[in-house]
């Protein structure tokens, strides 16, 4: 036996000292410009520099964009037939964090990240993973959605939003409110009806909409999201409450008629049941007005510097952000673009009405509230 | 060469297999360890060795988890294997050729039908209103398909096809011939299986058991989308920390290693339980 413990250690020992050795290569690009710590393409040399670099590398690497989501595969096709990049969508189907893993762990690999979309909670505390880029329309970005030195910047987002399918909660009317979910002359027909899009400690979704819960109880703040999970647990001894996951098919089979979720997740599911004769109402309940932005990034390690900066120049442009706006998500130049004419109307039209302004947590509030979260949730709803 | 691979002789010829686990089992331990005592300081991102991650991740409600799972997995492993195995014996019993064929194409399947879509069929089934639902709380009025007793409803069903598919190959190994011939000295069927089928068995349907334990306790995708993570499972918290889009504070993922640790005792204890069983069983076969 010792003699196998003896060889399994040597076999340790050799794949350690091998992945220890692989060193991380740093790509150097051909042209003059190191365009891996240009901080905007004015500081590069001009858009012009910027595409003809960009047009060298002739690849992008993005991560975890479902072609389903905020219209990512129009814009990806259109990025594409435009400069000649060619795409690279790795993971379609993963998670924030996946993507910070992917920067910390495929440094040096031409198959590393170029940029990435994330949560705000995982902006935040990784800045020192991104290079800092000011795109041309950077005045455009509201102040609170961007980062001071251009290490993050918000892209597109949306609010709080509850959808209903009047037919399945009939005879009670659509709950417009969060006050309305818990209407005890409503209980009864909104009964096991009420889902979100998951596990709160996982879904960023499900998260902001126990946030929004908060926002509209006595006690609920930015600072503290405990009376969201009051209200969720609440909503839970009513027997509202249905923890499945809200998908276009729970939608559609009738499981759960009222889901509270993003508001671009829940027009995407309106527009495709549409089809199918469902008829779902997406309103965006006053009493929690809760909203967040996703955040593009360039990794510093990217291995495409110039695609990875033109690509955001792409999403920032007029037809970036209206093409976020026709997949029903809210373009982060929306108030610039409204001023300068240059929203798409019928994209417009398609969003729900809003009605009051929100703040948006700060990192502190958002590690306070992660942490109520992961504790309180399951013992809560449990 | 020849003198070499001599001198290695039969350690020579498993050096690959060695080779093979130190890289696909002992390297993820090794790797868990490392980064389990580990935590970066908030500030100065600085890594230092620490207890933090594993002192928190056997206390509050990762200890819940974590027991959470253990009691899910058990009860569904257990239940699954009394079913699995008479479920076998049935269809051991059986003389379609095809049928028998069938049965076990279908349990392989099945044995891996999990995550969204089988739960989506549960909820489409059993979620919300329906004849069915009425139908099953009309005998257990609490039932409800998003709680820790509705996941010990969805769990055997990709559990008991595991267990057919383990201990079948084991049934059809009993010979009628072995019942006859206790029969004839007079054994009653209860003899038979007390001495004969049942230790035969015992190390497939311990084996198979086994299997199950470690289905269950690994599943989440399932759990996840039925509960949302109102039941509180391991392997969810660690989904949640490692590749979330919520937890996301520098060092989680250290805390993630942690709770795998933790996942990893418990399936050792689980195997210093179930192999000297399996070896006194295996006695009574060779005795």
């Known amino acids: ?382 | 060469m020849i003198r070499l691979g001599k001198k290695l002789g039969a350690w020579g010829a498993v050096l690959p297999l060695l080779g093979y686990c130190a890289i696909a089992l002992g390297l993820p331990v090794w790797a868990l360890l490392w980064e389990g005592l580990q935590r970066p300081d908030p500030v100065t991102q600085k890594t230092t060795f620490t207890l933090w991650n594993l002192t928190t991740s056997w206390h509050g409600i990762y200890l819940t988890g974590l027991l959470t799972s253990l009691r899910l997995s058990l009860l569904t492993s257990v239940i699954s294997a009394v079913i699995g195995l008479f479920a076998a014996y049935a269809i051991a019993q059986s003389r379609g050729r095809y049928f028998k064929q069938a049965i076990l194409t279908a349990s392989g399947v099945l044995a891996n039908f999990g995550g969204i879509p089988l739960a989506f069929c549960f909820i489409a089934t059993i979620g919300t209103g329906g004849v069915f639902l009425s139908w099953i709380q009309n005998l257990w009025p609490s039932f409800q398909i998003d709680t820790f007793n509705g996941l010990a409803v969805v769990y055997p069903y990709f559990l008991v096809p595991l267990m057919v598919l383990t201990t079948l190959p084991a049934l059809d190994g009993l010979r009628t011939q072995w019942k006859e011939a206790s029969t004839n000295l007079g054994g009653s069927s209860w003899q038979y299986w007390r001495h004969i089928g049942g230790p035969l068995l015992l190390p497939a349907a311990l084996g198979g058991f086994v299997l199950c334990f470690g289905s269950a306790f690994a599943a989440y995708a399932t759990a996840r989308a039925l509960t949302s993570g109102t039941v509180p499972l391991v392997t969810m918290q660690i989904s949640s920390i490692l590749s979330g889009n919520v937890i996301a504070g520098a060092g989680e993922n250290n805390l993630g290693m942690a709770l795998a640790l933790n996942t990893i005792i418990i399936c050792a204890l689980m195997m210093a339980v179930y192999l000297p069983l399996r070896k006194r069983s295996a006695k009574w076969l060779e005795s």
């Open chain 1, 1 to 382: 036996m010792h003699r196998i413990a003896k060889l399994a250690c040597a076999a340790v020992a050799v794949t350690l000292a091998a992945s220890a050795c692989s060193s991380s290569k740093t790509t150097t690009s051909g042209s003059s410009t190191n365009w891996s710590t240009v901080t905007s393409a004015t500081a590069g040399g001009g858009m012009d520099a910027l595409v003809a670099a960009a047009k060298a590398e002739g690849t992008l690497n993005v991560i975890t964009l479902p072609r389903t989501w905020a219209n990512y595969g129009k814009i990806m096709d259109d990025f594409t037939a435009k400069y000649g990049i060619k795409i690279n969508d790795a993971n379609p189907n993963g998670s924030s964090g996946d993507e910070i893993n992917a920067i910390e762990h495929d440094k040096g690999l031409s198959s590393a990240p170029d940029v990435v979309d994330v949560g705000n909670s995982h902006a935040l505390p990784n800045t020192n993973l991104f290079a800092d880029y000011e795109v041309s329309s950077w005045s455009d970005i509201p102040t609170a959605l961007k980062d001071a030195n251009g290490s993050w910047y918000g892209d597109y987002g949306g609010y709080i939003s509850i959808a209903c399918d009047a037919s399945k909660v009939a005879p009670a009317p659509c709950p417009k409110t969060f006050a309305d979910l818990i209407n005890p002359s409503y209980v009864a027909d909104y009964k096991g009806k009420v889902a979100m899009s998951g596990d709160p400690t996982s879904a960023n979704a499900a998260f902001s909409a126990v946030w929004a819960a908060a926002l509209s109880q006595s006690g609920g703040s930015l600072d503290n999201i405990a009376p969201g999970i009051s209200y969720f647990a609440k909503l839970k001894a009513n027997g509202e409450y249905n923890a499945t996951v809200d998908t276009e098919s729970t939608i559609e089979s009738g499981s759960t008629p009222l889901t509270v979720d993003w508001e671009f997740n829940n027009s995407q599911f309106a527009s495709d049941l549409k089809a199918k004769g469902i008829d779902l109402t997406v309103s965006i309940p006053t009493d929690g007005l809760y909203s967040a932005y996703y955040d593009q990034a360039v990794s510093k390690y990217a291995p495409h510097p110039a695609a990875a900066r033109l690509w955001e120049e792409y999403l920032y442009s007029t037809t970036g952000q209206n093409d976020f706006m026709g997949g029903y998500a809210r373009p982060v130049e929306f108030a610039a673009m409204q001023s300068a004419g240059t929203l798409d109307a019928t994209d417009e039209k398609n969003l729900p009405s809003v009605s009051g302004t929100v703040n948006y947590p700060t990192a502190t509030q958002l590690t306070t509230a992660q942490n109520a979260i992961t504790s309180g949730w399951a013992s809560a709803l449990g």
